[in-house]
């Protein structure tokens, strides 16, 4: 079997982002967003940047033409006129779900990690977007909550974007959180590969909204995730924010097989554990690394000779290409050994997965998608 080997890979020079403090090249408002609050905060928190106004957002996209990356350096204040909310994608026929919807407020990341699948899902819109009137999303998601009082919802913001990137210049989670906490059957969670949370240290969450992270060990870092934070800077903001009052959730998603990966995620399960309480860590997820055909194509061509598809990998029921089965098994269980060892009764799933490679990593039949998700949300 062809093993990545990711030992001994510097971290990349060009740290553009820095975590907490992005900063676009430009910021262009489409024309309706100029008067909205979260338009004049950005403009406020970025007194050195261009702001332009523009008839459509369809000229960000002119602006960077099929330039992935440029696409993330720009910013574009715009209001959505769609739905905000969804089924997460997981929920896959033939894969086990855990019943979650997504609410998306912004569109691409300032970051830029080597197995995104935004770099495909985006490719004909890339423009980093942020919409302005997050008032509409939560009109929209009330009306669900107060239809269906009976239900508990977990609810994510993390799917088409990092949930806090942009955080230090929109103030979104000042809307979400507070929202939140009055809401008895919904919970929030903010995935982000970020350590800005100062945003929501002065909000009390009521133990209604997670703060998680997705973790990788540092050789994973380095090759595959340009301009996010540190592992321990990840851990350092987690550790604050259950300070303020959250819970925080952990996912080694992508899980990357590399020569080292055991000692890898050994320690960094360790890291955690030394990190956070388990009575605050809401749930722990694992996820493989997973690409569709499209993009390999696109990684191939942005990345060329990325390690991430040195393995060999398989197609699966959604068409997917996954490491093989009886290595993704192995990695689970391993993993799934070091999480019970160092966080006892801390809730453990797999993301986008069969039932049968579930029972196998747990040695039981995978709990129906209802009572999954009800398990989740009642942490
Ligand atoms: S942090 Fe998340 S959204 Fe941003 S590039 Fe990485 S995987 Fe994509």
Redesign the pocket.
Known sequence: MVRRNLVAVAAPADAWYEPRVFTPDAVLVERGAEEAPMTRRCRARLPGVPFTVVADRRAARGRVGDDFAAAKRQLVLAVHRGSFLGYCPAGTRGLRCCNYLMMSFAT??????G????QEYLAENPPLTAYVNPEAALAELAAVLDRHTGRRFRIGT?EL??SL?LDPLTDLSADLVPFFAARPNALLELK??TDAVDGLLALDPKDRVVVSW?LAPAAVVAIA?AG?ATVAARLAAARRVVAAGYKVGIHFDPMIEHAGWEEGYRDLVAAVAAALPPARVAWVSMGALRFSSGLRAVVRRRFPGSRLLAGEQVPGPDGKWRDFRPLRVDMYRRIRSFVEAALPDVPLYICMETPEVWERVFDVPPPGEQALGARLAAR
């Open positions: 691409n990341c300032p970051m830029d990690c197995y995104c699948f935004l993390g974007a990092d990137a982000t590969k997705s995730e996010t």
